[in-house]
Nanobody, 114 residues
Framework: QVHLVESGGGLVQPGGSLRLSCVAS????????MNWYQQAPGKERKFVAS????????YFGEDVKGRFTISRDNAKNAVYLQMHMLKPEDTGVYFC???????WGQGTQVIVSS
C-alpha cells in the first residue's frame, strides 16, 4: 500500500524557519521525482519545489526561490523541504507528491503568524 507521510509543520513567526519531511513507502521511491505543493486557505494547490531522482535537478516556484531548499535521501525514502524567511503568505497545507506515479500525501499544516 502506498503511503506518503508528511511531518514538520506547525506555527512559526514571520522570518522563521521550518523543515518539512515526507517519508514514502509502498512504491519505488528511487525512480520518482518528488514534489512539494502548497494549498493556501481558499486557494488552488500551488507548486513549491521539485527534485529529480539524481538530486541534481531542483526547481522552485517563483515565490520561494532563495528561501526554500529541497533535498532527498533515497536510502530513507524521504524528501525534505527546508523553509527559511517564512512569510504569512507561506501559510497553508504542504503536500508531498511522487511525480512519476502521482501519489499524494495527506499534507502538513504550516501557519506563519505573529
Amino acid at each position: 500500500q502506498v503511503h506518503l507521510v508528511e511531518s514538520g509543520g506547525g506555527l512559526v513567526q514571520p522570518g522563521g524557519s521550518l523543515r518539512l519531511s515526507c517519508v514514502a513507502s509502498g512504491f519505488n521511491f528511487n525512480i520518482s521525482g518528488m514534489n512539494w505543493y502548497q494549498q493556501a486557505p481558499g486557494k488552488e494547490r500551488k507548486f513549491v519545489a521539485s527534485i529529480n531522482v539524481d538530486t541534481f535537478g531542483k526547481y522552485f516556484g517563483e515565490d520561494v526561490k532563495g528561501r526554500f531548499t529541497i533535498s532527498r535521501d533515497n536510502a530513507k525514502n524521504a524528501v525534505y523541504l527546508q523553509m527559511h524567511m517564512l512569510k504569512p503568505e507561506d501559510t497553508g497545507v504542504y503536500f508531498c507528491n511522487a511525480g512519476r506515479f502521482d501519489y499524494w500525501g495527506q499534507g502538513t499544516q504550516v501557519i506563519v503568524s505573529s
